[in-house]
């Protein structure tokens, strides 16, 4: 195979690279795989090449040292040269008809409207779709070799011809048939299982391919469930690497795989969308190239080459999107600038027991200077559970109201819209400001007199949940939109926002941190602040793992730490008991609860109250009426309660570790000890207890993020709804944030201004076609 024999030279480079051979062995090791595979180098007509290469190492030994070096380096140039000319192709043949890439998939050839349907389930709906679709592996054909020679675990492909079968019935529902299969090195046993039909292709003295894995069976080679073909003219085995696609019911891999050959014979009419700087500047194959090599790749070479170039494609893609959206938003002018004179605020400071962070102070300047410049805020503001960021919020609406503003504070639930409610009418009020609460629960007929208020401009603030954007509420001037504790509010709901009119600045406040490759994908409009520093006098949580037949001195605990007028959570996966899960739950546990500690008071709240229900039971704990809360996970963000010291969360493995990083926020907001208990059951396996315990050696949210994003995926990790998270066909938010990175920063460079788009017509239409409706570019583009 020519891949192995550029691999070979390589591999002598990068031998001697190592220091692990000299520059005299470098010549005699070309030579020998030369002469070695003398044949596969004349046929693939590289004869004339690894002459060249030859001559040039030859003298190798005899040159100064500095030449030395500059020779080796010429020589994985070459090598490099090599790798594309002969390990990567394009499509060649000009298809009789040239197709639109979005023409409908059922008019290519092979497929119809029955199949059409089915290639529509996985996400198939035009010949480009097609294009992009990623095998989920590859067979490599090219690895023909001698039975003799297969060794275990190898994935090659076997030429034979069967020289005897049996049947074998195991059982009713079990038949095993086995084929022993020749050639002129020996024999291999070939299995099948149940598949009946084999026996009409596997005939005696029939010659055919297997593909699959060896295996050692009672000392015999074996095959197991092998792809095969039967052979009956040379031309019927092609060796070749074939996908390996991601399937659905009614259709076979070899369908699939005769369609893709159909599909990507049109990549001939395809032309590069991707600006050349790019496609340099990241040295991607070009778009033919790249598209043919993720279904046929000419070599594992091409194939490789071709994921990262798709990779690539994909991110820039997508940060272009971004970015252009970004600058769009930017260029929608407010139309007026807000003239803040920081008095009011100035006053506010002053009220407060504490100063500001070094990080809190940062990022209200970044606020500050949105606020005051003529476009629209865009702006994230990130930081850890405790870290501090309604203090920042309200600086910005003290300043946006000076400015003759109003300002709309959206929380996800209606709990917290009340505490917050509490919280900014108790701070502002005295700055002479009007706040009001607005959520599913307030009265009708209060509803309308707010309404009323806020079109007269006479609120300030309304807090309220997301509600608020999508009900008729119109403001008389709304400078400023704030919203809390929620990392699923994607661009769409902004674009929504902004929809409404006027351009309001718009401060994102999220719940739990973002690892980095997520923050820039899915909040890859925004500008970001962060607040890294937790304020000073916190004392750190101590995370403590406890198995649970050490439940007594955990109550034992909890009683001494409610005996000093602490309070108490315990958190639990569900409501009630359940058939199918053997897990304690909130209801039953607030029983026994309430019995072990009869001498306190304890409350229950879970998602199934009604939400004034919910407001009361909150109320009552905040109010210290109860002191123990037992709860499911719908205390989990932004409640605030100084007094609370125990978090006990059962069955954490339940749990994400970022929901179990909130979780254990809700304590440790004050100056005295807290403490988070994961009670873990005796018998839980190895990855539970790692993963907890690596849980419970970090305190930083970030961190966290990062190892739940391993553990759980990006999609999971946003929880079920995932709204406006960019599903990507070739990037790995984990593992390619590299590449996310680069993208972006070429990316800003590029998209200096709107302006630098009007240069590439194709490439506004890739993207247009790609992320027009996802995420609402159509408006802007
Ligand atoms: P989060 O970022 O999780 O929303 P909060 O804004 O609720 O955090 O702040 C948590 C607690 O820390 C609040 O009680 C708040 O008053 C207090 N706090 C905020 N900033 C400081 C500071 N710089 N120094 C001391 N305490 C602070
Ligand atoms: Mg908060």
């Given at each position: 195979?020519?891949?192995?024999?550029?691999?070979?030279?390589?591999?002598?480079?990068?031998?001697?690279?190592?220091?692990?051979?000299?520059?005299?062995?470098?010549?005699?090791?070309?030579?020998?795989?030369?002469?070695?595979?003398?044949?596969?180098?004349k046929e693939n007509g590289l004869l004339e090449d690894?002459?060249?290469?030859?001559?040039?190492?030859?003298?190798?030994?005899?040159?100064?040292?500095?030449?030395?070096?500059?020779?080796?380096?010429?020589?994985?140039?070459?090598?490099?040269?090599?790798?594309?000319?002969?390990?990567?192709?394009?499509?060649?043949?000009?298809?009789?008809?040239?197709?639109?890439?979005?023409?409908?998939?059922?008019?290519?050839?092979?497929?119809?409207?029955?199949?059409?349907?089915?290639?529509?389930?996985?996400?198939?709906?035009?010949?480009?779709?097609?294009?992009?679709?990623?095998?989920?592996?590859?067979?490599?054909?090219?690895?023909?070799?001698?039975?003799?020679?297969?060794?275990?675990?190898?994935?090659?492909?076997?030429?034979?011809?069967?020289?005897?079968?049996?049947?074998?019935?195991?059982?009713?529902?079990?038949?095993?048939?086995?084929?022993?299969?020749?050639?002129?090195?020996?024999?291999?046993?070939?299995?099948?299982?149940?598949?009946?039909?084999?026996?009409?292709?596997?005939?005696?003295?029939?010659?055919?391919?297997?593909?699959?894995?060896?295996?050692?069976?009672?000392?015999?080679?074996?095959?197991?469930?092998?792809?095969?073909?039967?052979?009956?003219?040379?031309?019927?085995?092609?060796?070749?690497?074939?996908?390996?696609?991601?399937?659905?019911?009614?259709?076979?891999?070899?369908?699939?795989?005769?369609?893709?050959?159909?599909?990507?014979?049109?990549?001939?009419?395809?032309?590069?969308?991707?600006?050349?700087?790019?496609?340099?500047?990241?040295?991607l194959l070009d778009l033919k190239k790249r598209i043919?090599?993720?279904?046929?790749?000419?070599?594992?070479?091409?194939?490789?080459?071709?994921?990262?170039?798709?990779?690539?494609?994909?991110?820039?893609?997508?940060?272009?999107?971004?970015?252009?959206?970004?600058?769009?938003?930017?260029?929608?002018?407010?139309?007026?600038?807000?003239?803040?004179?920081?008095?009011?605020?100035?006053?506010?400071?002053?009220?407060?027991?504490?100063?500001?962070?070094?990080?809190?102070?940062?990022?209200?300047?970044?606020?500050?200077?949105?606020?005051?410049?003529?476009?629209?805020?865009?702006?994230?503001?990130?930081?850890?559970?405790?870290?501090?960021?309604?203090?920042?919020?309200?600086?910005?609406?003290?300043?946006?109201?000076?400015?003759?503003?109003?300002?709309?504070?959206?929380?996800?639930?209606?709990?917290?819209?009340?505490?917050?409610?509490?919280?900014?009418?108790?701070?502002?009020?005295?700055?002479?400001?009007?706040?009001?609460?607005?959520?599913?629960?307030?009265?009708?007929?209060?509803?309308?007199?707010?309404?009323?208020?806020?079109?007269?401009?006479?609120?300030?603030?309304?807090?309220?949940?997301?509600?608020?954007?999508?009900?008729?509420?119109?403001?008389?001037?709304?400078?400023?939109?704030?919203?809390?504790?929620?990392?699923?509010?994607?661009?769409?709901?902004?674009?929504?926002?902004?929809?409404?009119?006027?351009?309001?600045?718009?401060?994102?406040?999220?719940?739990?941190?973002?690892?980095?490759?997520?923050?820039?994908t899915f909040y890859g409009d925004l500008d970001v602040?962060?607040?890294?520093?937790?304020?000073?006098?916190?004392?750190?949580?101590?995370?403590?793992?406890?198995?649970?037949?050490?439940?007594?001195?955990?109550?034992?605990?909890?009683?001494?730490?409610?005996?000093?007028?602490?309070?108490?959570?315990?958190?639990?996966?569900?409501?009630?008991?359940?058939?199918?899960?053997?897990?304690?739950?909130?209801?039953?546990?607030?029983?026994?609860?309430?019995?072990?500690?009869?001498?306190?008071?304890?409350?229950?709240?879970?998602?199934?109250?009604?939400?004034?229900?919910?407001?009361?039971?909150?109320?009552?704990?905040?109010?210290?009426?109860?002191?123990?809360?037992?709860?499911?996970?719908?205390?989990?963000?932004?409640?605030?309660?100084?007094?609370?010291?125990?978090?006990?969360?059962?069955?954490?493995?339940?749990?994400?570790?970022?929901?179990?990083?909130?979780?254990?926020?809700?304590?440790?907001?004050?100056?005295?000890?807290?403490?988070?208990?994961?009670?873990?059951?005796?018998?839980?396996?190895?990855?539970?207890?790692?993963?907890?315990?690596?849980?419970?050696?970090?305190?930083?949210?970030?961190?966290?993020?990062?190892?739940?994003?391993?553990?759980?995926?990006?999609?999971?990790?946003?929880?079920?709804?995932?709204?406006?998270?960019?599903?990507?066909?070739?990037?790995?938010?984990?593992?390619?944030?590299?590449?996310?990175?680069?993208?972006?920063?070429?990316?800003?460079?590029?998209?200096?201004?709107?302006?630098?788009?009007?240069?590439?017509?194709?490439?506004?239409?890739?993207?247009?076609?790609?992320?027009?409706?996802?995420?609402?570019?159509?408006?802007?583009?």
């Amino acid at each position: 195979m020519i891949e192995e024999v550029i691999n070979s030279f390589d591999y002598i480079v990068q031998l001697k690279e190592k220091g692990m051979i000299t520059w005299e062995e470098i010549f005699p090791s070309f030579y020998s795989i030369a002469k070695n595979n003398f044949k596969v180098i004349k046929e693939n007509g590289l004869l004339e090449d690894v002459k060249k290469i030859l001559a040039y190492t030859k003298p190798l030994k005899t040159l100064s040292e500095e030449r030395k070096e500059r020779r080796l380096e010429g020589l994985k140039d070459s090598l490099k040269i090599l790798k594309e000319r002969y390990l990567v192709d394009e499509v060649l043949e000009k298809p009789e008809k040239k197709l639109a890439p979005l023409t409908d998939i059922k008019y290519i050839k092979k497929v119809g409207t029955k199949r059409a349907l089915i290639l529509n389930k996985l996400g198939i709906f035009s010949l480009k779709d097609f294009f992009y679709y990623p095998p989920r592996d590859y067979e490599d054909r090219r690895k023909v070799v001698k039975i003799f020679n297969a060794k275990e675990d190898e994935k090659v492909v076997i030429i034979g011809n069967v020289v005897k079968s049996e049947e074998i019935k195991i059982n009713k529902g079990l038949t095993i048939y086995n084929f022993s299969v020749e050639d002129d090195s020996g024999v291999i046993i070939v299995t099948f299982f149940n598949q009946d039909y084999v026996k009409s292709y596997l005939k005696r003295s029939v010659k055919s391919a297997f593909y699959g894995k060896i295996e050692y069976s009672y000392g015999m080679k074996q095959m197991k469930s092998p792809d095969f073909q039967v052979i009956e003219s040379d031309e019927d085995f092609k060796s070749e690497i074939l996908p390996v696609y991601p399937l659905t019911f009614g259709i076979f891999q070899t369908t699939m795989r005769r369609i893709a050959k159909e599909a990507i014979q049109q990549t001939y009419f395809l032309e590069e969308f991707l600006p050349e700087e790019f496609v340099q500047g990241f040295n991607l194959l070009d778009l033919k190239k790249r598209i043919k090599g993720i279904h046929f790749p000419l070599s594992i070479y091409h194939k490789e080459r071709a994921w990262y170039s798709l990779k690539y494609e994909e991110a820039i893609l997508f940060e272009l999107a971004m970015i252009y959206l970004k600058l769009k938003m930017k260029e929608m002018k407010k139309g007026e600038t807000k003239e803040i004179k920081g008095e009011l605020s100035k006053k506010f400071l002053n009220t407060l027991n504490f100063e500001l962070t070094q990080a809190q102070k940062r990022s209200y300047e970044e606020i500050r200077k949105d606020l005051i410049s003529p476009y629209p805020m865009n702006r994230l503001l990130q930081g850890d559970v405790g870290s501090g960021k309604t203090v920042v919020s309200e600086l910005a609406i003290i300043d946006v109201c000076e400015a003759g503003y109003q300002a709309a504070v959206m929380n996800p639930t209606s709990v917290l819209a009340k505490q917050q409610f509490k919280k900014l009418s108790k701070d502002l009020e005295p700055l002479g400001l009007k706040v009001v609460l607005l959520t599913g629960d307030t009265k009708e007929s209060d509803k309308i007199l707010i309404k009323e208020k806020l079109k007269l401009g006479e609120i300030d603030v309304v807090v309220g949940t997301h509600a608020i954007i999508q009900q008729d509420v119109e403001f008389k001037k709304l400078g400023l939109v704030v919203i809390d504790e929620q990392h699923r509010f994607g661009v769409n709901q902004r674009l929504e926002l902004i929809k409404k009119g006027n351009h309001p600045d718009i401060l994102v406040m999220t719940a739990t941190p973002i690892p980095r490759t997520l923050a820039m994908t899915f909040y890859g409009d925004l500008d970001v602040s962060l607040i890294d520093e937790m304020p000073k006098g916190r004392r750190p949580i101590k995370t403590i793992l406890i198995a649970e037949s050490n439940r007594k001195s955990l109550y034992e605990f909890v009683k001494e730490e409610l005996d000093q007028g602490n309070q108490v959570f315990f958190v639990y996966p569900l409501i009630e008991e359940s058939e199918a899960l053997e897990l304690k739950n909130a209801i039953s546990m607030y029983e026994e609860l309430s019995k072990v500690f009869e001498e306190y008071k304890v409350g229950l709240l879970h998602g199934r109250l009604s939400p004034s229900e919910k407001n009361d039971v909150m109320d009552k704990f905040v109010q210290k009426e109860y002191d123990i809360l037992v709860s499911t996970s719908v205390v989990e963000v932004g409640i605030d309660i100084p007094d609370a010291t125990v978090m006990v969360i059962e069955h954490p493995d339940r749990f994400g570790l970022s929901q179990l990083h909130q979780l254990r926020g809700r304590v440790g907001r004050s100056d005295k000890q807290s403490y988070c208990f994961l009670v873990i059951d005796d018998d839980a396996n190895n990855e539970i207890k790692s993963k907890m315990n690596s849980f419970s050696k970090t305190l930083d949210g970030f961190e966290v993020a990062e190892i739940d994003l391993k553990w759980r995926g990006p999609g999971k990790f946003f929880g079920v709804e995932q709204h406006g998270i960019p599903e990507f066909k070739f990037l790995d938010l984990v593992e390619d944030i590299n590449i996310i990175e680069n993208s972006r920063k070429k990316v800003e460079r590029f998209l200096a201004t709107i302006q630098s788009f009007d240069r590439y017509p194709n490439l506004k239409q890739e993207l247009q076609t790609r992320y027009g409706d996802s995420i609402h570019l159509v408006n802007v583009l």
